[in-house]
C-alpha cells in the first residue's frame, strides 16, 4: 500500500506564496488520483486540489481556483500543491491523500471518503 508524506507547510503573510510537497512511496502511484485537503479548526475537512498521476488533469476547489496550482512529477512519485495569493482563510492543516483508483471526475477527485491513503499534515498558517 502506497504511503504519502507531506512537506513545505509553514507562516506567510497574506498575498504571499507556500509551497507544500508530497512525496509517495509503495505501489499504485503511477494510475492513482491524488489531492490535496485541508482542516481548519472547527470545520470538516474538505478538498483543495486533485490530480490525475497518470493523464495530469487537475481539479481545483472554486475558493483556490486561480491561486492554486497542483502538479506532479511522476520521476520523483512527488505532488505539489503551488499556493500565490494567500489569504487568512487558507490557514489550516493541508493534508495529502492518494486513492486506490485513477480520479474518476473532478467532483469526485474532491470527495473525501474516496481516499483510501493520508498523511500526516503539514500547517499552513497565514496572517493579515
Known amino acids: 500500500q502506497a504511503q504519502v508524506v507531506e512537506s513545505g507547510g509553514g507562516s506567510a503573510q497574506a498575498g504571499g506564496s507556500l509551497r507544500l510537497s508530497c512525496a509517495v512511496s509503495?505501489?499504485?502511484?503511477?494510475?492513482?488520483?491524488m489531492a490535496w485537503f485541508r482542516q481548519a479548526p472547527g470545520k470538516q475537512r474538505e478538498g483543495v486540489a486533485g490530480i490525475s498521476t497518470r493523464l495530469g488533469r487537475t481539479y481545483y476547489n472554486s475558493s483556490v481556483r486561480g491561486r492554486f496550482t497542483i502538479s506532479r512529477d511522476n520521476a520523483k512519485n512527488t505532488v505539489y500543491l503551488q499556493m500565490d495569493s494567500l489569504k487568512p482563510e487558507d490557514t489550516a492543516m493541508y493534508y495529502c491523500?492518494?486513492?486506490?483508483?485513477?480520479?474518476?471526475?473532478?467532483?469526485?477527485?474532491?470527495?473525501?471518503?474516496?481516499?483510501?491513503?493520508w498523511g500526516q499534515g503539514t500547517q499552513v498558517t497565514v496572517s493579515s
Open positions: 509503495g505501489a499504485g502511484y503511477s494510475t492513482a488520483c
Open positions: 491523500a492518494a486513492a486506490r483508483t485513477g480520479c474518476l471526475s473532478g467532483s469526485w477527485a474532491l470527495i473525501r471518503e474516496n481516499y483510501n491513503v
